[in-house]
Structures are given as C-alpha cells and as structure tokens.
C-alpha cells in the first residue's frame, strides 16, 4: 500500500486503449457514483455517448456534467430501475437523444445491508436486493433487446464475486448476484443467434459503499489489500471501466456468457 489517501487513489483516469467505441451509445444504471459512475466514465473517453441512468438528480446530473466537462457526451435520466416503465422510458430517451443503443449496463443494486449471517437478515432487506439485482436485470434486458438486436449490441450486468464463492455474511447480496450470473448464461444463449452477446463484470474496487464501511472498519481494506496479489484495490474508472469497454468493443466479439472477475487477483479460485 501507498500512503495515498482513498479520495486521491479514485481519481484515477481511464486509459481505454482509444475511440473504439466512437458513434455508440450507451446506458449505465447506477452511474450516479460509484463503479457506475467509473464505468460510464471509461465507456465515454471511449467515445461512446453515455447516459447517466440514476435515482437522484443530486448524484445523477454532477456525474454527467464531470462526462460532459471532459469533452463528452453524457445525459442524465431519472431511473428507478425497479419499475419497468422508468426503464422503458430510459431507453426511449437514450434512443431518441442519440439515435440508437449499443450497450446496456446493469449495475444498480440496492445497499447488501450489515454483514451477518442468514439468521440475522431482516425480511426488508431481501425484496430490495432481488428487486434490483434480479427483477432489474429482467427489466433492463426485455427493454433494451429490441434495439440491441439492430446494431448488434451488448448487455453487461454487474455481479460479484461473492456470486461466485458465496459469502457468510451477506447472504443475500451472495445470492441475488450468482443469480445475475444464471441470467447471463441463460440471455447469450438466446440472444446468441442474434449477435448480440451478454456478459458480467464481477469487481472488487472503491466505491462510496466501500469508503463508509473502512470507516466504519477501519482494519477492512487492510485485509482486502492483504488478500490481493496487485497489492491495491481497484478504481472504478481505470481499473474496471476499461473492462466495460473491452466488452463492448469489436475485441470482445466472440466473447458471450462470462463473468470477467476484476479484483487484482484476491479471488484466485475463480
């Protein structure tokens, strides 16, 4: 580790290997903050017009002002991904505005809640993370598909490693995730015969959510970095937006139903 501050390490730039994605457009749910934020803002420098899809203005609208400031071009549109008519219309505004869709990014998913295990898990903290995670997913891919498949585009859910290995003490979170996987699966071998090619991102790296909890506990990212070969965890925008933009491009073409984990090496066994 560096004697860097966490604020200073997430302002890392992503180096996206050029314009591959010039002329596409693009939607990234939860890009308010955070790895959405990171994703939108690789896939942008990648030259793709990107649209901001996020609850809040209050974090929605500075994240597609930072895109347009560097020279971009980037939307904020209110989204509320658990309602398929918020989803629906976000992609008809992404296709009006810019003519089109080439990529679908889910990454919105509701807070995992205080780690413990199964029997500590309130009832309330279930719906809101199947909701976002599962029933999201469904939503997102049934209104996008239709102008995926003219282009062809590409769909990328956000999972986890957890949704891999599973996790004591996030359960749920563990759960709505490897369900993430399932559906990745499940969509490239449908959409398969159609070009268009589906695949997910499992990260480990900084996000406001991870901020509150080295906060919270402080010996956490301790122990994250300890477990991790690269020595670091990862940004947002440099080290897993430019995996969003491998997917996206020609380079990912024959590249349908993985799961690319990008944590700098701490889950080996995957």
């Not at 939503?139 to 004591?168: D, K, M, N, Q, W």
């Not at 695949?199 to 080295?214: D, K």
Request: with cysteine; glycine share 12%.
């Amino acid at each position: 580790m560096t004697g860097d501050t966490m604020a200073e390490r997430g302002k890392a730039e992503p180096r996206t290997g050029g314009r591959v994605l010039e002329g596409q457009v693009a939607i990234i749910t939860g890009a308010g903050q955070g790895i959405g934020a990171g994703i939108a803002s690789a896939l942008a420098a990648a030259g793709a017009a990107v649209v901001i899809a996020a609850r809040r203005a209050a974090n929605g609208e500075p994240a597609a002002e930072s895109i347009r400031a560097a020279g971009h071009e980037a939307v904020f549109v209110r989204c509320d991904v658990t309602e398929a008519a918020d989803v629906e219309a976000t992609v008809d505004e992404a296709v009006k505005r810019f003519g089109g869709l080439d990529i679908m990014v889910h990454n919105a998913v509701a807070p995992a809640g205080r780690p413990g295990g199964v029997q500590f898990t309130r009832s309330d903290m279930i719906r809101p993370q199947i909701a976002t995670a599962t029933t999201a997913s469904f939503l997102c891919a049934r209104a996008s598909l239709p102008h995926l498949r003219r282009r062809p585009g590409t769909l990328i859910l956000l999972t986890s490693p957890a949704g891999v290995e599973g996790s004591a003490n996030l359960p749920i979170y563990a759960t709505v995730k490897a369900t993430q996987r399932g559906i990745v699966k499940s969509l490239a071998r449908e959409w398969g015969p159609d070009g268009v090619r589906v695949n997910a991102i499992a990260p480990v790296a900084l996000t406001p959510a991870m901020e509150a909890a080295v906060t919270a506990n402080p010996d956490l990212e301790t122990r994250l970095v300890a477990r991790t070969p690269l020595g670091r965890l990862g940004d947002a925008a440099a080290d897993i937006g430019p995996v969003a933009v491998f997917l996206a491009s020609s380079s990912a073409r024959y590249v349908t139903g993985q799961t690319i984990v990008a944590d700098g090496g701490g889950f080996l066994g995957l």
